[in-house]
Nanobody, 122 residues
Framework: QEQFVESGGGSVQAGGSLTISCARA????????VGWYRRAPGKERELVGR???????FYVQSVKDRFTISRDNGKDTIYLQMNRLRPEDTAVYYC????????????????WGRGTQVTVSS
């Protein structure tokens, strides 16, 4: 079953903006921590940022101050707003529930969704 549904990707020029969305098929994301990930060509999948069930956010340094994660509980949707996009942001973007482990650790579970392609041209 396809649990996560990512949408809204597309092609933009460097410096432009794009917002992508994450939903969950058959279940709610309202009370869940959710992470955004991306996989660029020839690279491993990496964490972009996350949003907690209470709305707290975290971003990796490469996107900090450019990307914003938010959630609309009424629409049961998680958003990733991307500003001042760079060619190195080109990747397939995925979302997944984040589970809290011991201490400050986090983990995810299979399966992943199809992701949505974001292409940034220079």
């Amino acid at each position: 079953q396809e649990q996560f549904v990512e949408s809204g990707g597309g092609s933009v020029q460097a410096g432009g903006s794009l917002t992508i969305s994450c939903a969950r098929a058959g279940s709610s994301l309202v009370d869940k921590a959710v992470g955004w990930y991306r996989r660029a060509p020839g690279k491993e999948r990496e964490l972009v940022g996350r949003i907690g069930s209470g709305g707290d956010t975290f971003y990796v340094q490469s996107v900090k101050d450019r990307f914003t994660i938010s959630r609309d509980n009424g629409k049961d949707t998680i958003y990733l707003q991307m500003n001042r996009l760079r060619p190195e942001d080109t990747a397939v973007y995925y979302c997944n529930i984040l589970y809290k482990g011991a201490g400050s650790t986090w983990y995810v579970r299979d399966p992943w969704g199809r992701g949505t392609q974001v292409t940034v041209s220079s």
